[in-house]
């Protein structure tokens, strides 16, 4: 099977578990780099990183859902009203700003208990106020009196490193809010877990909120003027393609990120009407057929986001439609999660009807998926000696000869297939293990996405958290001394060695999705900010001092493709500052995901 296609990709609430455990979809044949499509009404989809060949169809995507709920347990709240199952309810007063115990003296799962008082936004404890499970909630607790805030971290209580059970370290010191612990300390939870952004963890030497809220604000202004109408279509390279093209779709999740922290009115309501007129100018359908695969879910991601804010039924038909005929019979081998990069693609949208509709045998269905892609494909994409994704079958040493990338192997290897014809896997030229930053990237997103809503209960969440830190671990080892990251990812000289030189060095997109990832992991809990502060900070000091201009453009991002150096070999200027993709919409959303994270840590 072969097609043409351009193929990149990569690129809320969340329940904290008492020991900060993790966990973590798609049918079809993806086309290959971002060349023209043969035009047409709709044919096969494109794959990994490459423009679906043809494909301007789009389907209404299957079944009505019915009239589908709202999320079970309760209204999601920054900082803490009122939790339903997952977390306590007050007992006769009003919740704090961010302190999930209740004026009048209830309990609230994860947080302190106030022996008849409230306390305050920061976590303070009041008269005689004993200390939430697991350590003190903000600081060292005072008999009657406040919690210090940028105290002293407990171990094993409110620190963020393995479990913040009523407050979060930052570098230099911590604030005093609460992230809960299998409670609503911070925010409400839903039915099976999934906490809102309570509590808060600062780390000492970003920008001002106002800053890095600033910078995101110019790319997506930036990208909205360029693109005042998001229906119908657009055209790359002389082939059109409908605006629910999983690059497109990307953006609207970056978009949907920026939506969340935005504290302009106008603004934010500027946001959500561009994204409901795309969604309603499409009639909510995926990109194309088939609707199980997952480069034609990517924009059903958004359309569930926007039903939470909505609740228009018709918004989730067509996405509830392809993922559940996933969840009847899971696709298997190259039906399957056969490239990474699906795994962003279609992984998040099972977590959030999951927690829509928690009997649907979402979550299993997933993991079902992931583990295909994780441990079967190729013999496995994921290797967890690296710490790292392989993109495809091409790469993974699970049978054949290992032979180094030359030029011409790049030239002549069919992009955007699972097809393999040759006894071989390639490696980076250096020999070393052939990791596309990108690729990579597209999967941090992912577990990003998944492990922010996903119940703490699932059976599987522990390996989806272990893979994350496993590859954030990996991934700072690796980072460029000026913050960003390369597009082959062991071996910085790649491009060069195969006769592209112009193409090593800083890259925008994997970057994205990297910072994203770190800056979660340390918000969440999920990593120590002792150690993954400073490669987060440094990473987005790249991306909004280097890669950001002045203009708004976001410079460094490499085309689609589905490897390193898939550039255009006559475009000028390669990756520089002022050069865009061919495709300048994955780029800007991962850039406003990274900020979202970025921007709640911030001062």
Known sequence: MTMTSFRTHWPRAFFLGAAVTFAACANGTPGGQGGSSSGGASSAPASSGGAKSGGTTASSGGANSGSAPASMGGSTANGGSTASNGGATSAGGATSAGGATRAGGATSAGGATSAGGATSSGGTTTMGGSTAAGGSIGGTTSS???SNTGGTTR??????TGGSSGGATSTGGRTGGATATGGSSGGTTSTGGASSTGGSVTVVGLPAKSAVLASMQSANTWFMTKHPDQSGSFTVNGTSRLTTLWTRATYFEGLMALYNVETDATKKASYKTYAVNWGTSHNWALYSTPNTNADNQACGQVYIELYNIDKQANYITAIKAGIDAMVSSPPTGTNGWWWIDAIHMSMPSFAKLGVLYPTGGYYDAMWTMYNQARSTQGGGLWNATDGLWFRDLH???????????????????????????TDAYYTAPNGKGLYWSRGNGWVTAALVRVLDILPTTDSHRATYVADFQAQMKALIALQRTDGAWNESLMDPTHC?????????????????FFVYGLAWGIRKGVLDSATYSAPMQNGWGWLSGTALQSSGLLGYTQ??????????????GRLSNTRLANFDDYGVGGFLLAGSEVYQLAN
């Open 144 to 146: 009657g009196g406040t």
């Open 155 to 160: 171990t094993g209580g409110s620190t963020a």
């Open 395 to 421: 790469y993974t040493p699970s049978g054949g000869t290992k032979t180094p990338m030359t030029a011409a192997i790049h030239n002549n290897l069919t992009n955007g297939t699972p097809d393999k014809s």
């Open 496 to 512: 060069a060695s195969i006769g592209l030189d112009g193409d090593d060095g800083p890259e925008t997109s994997g970057t994205d």
């Open 559 to 572: 085309s689609t493709g589905d490897r390193p150096c898939t550039e255009d070999p006559s475009a000028a």
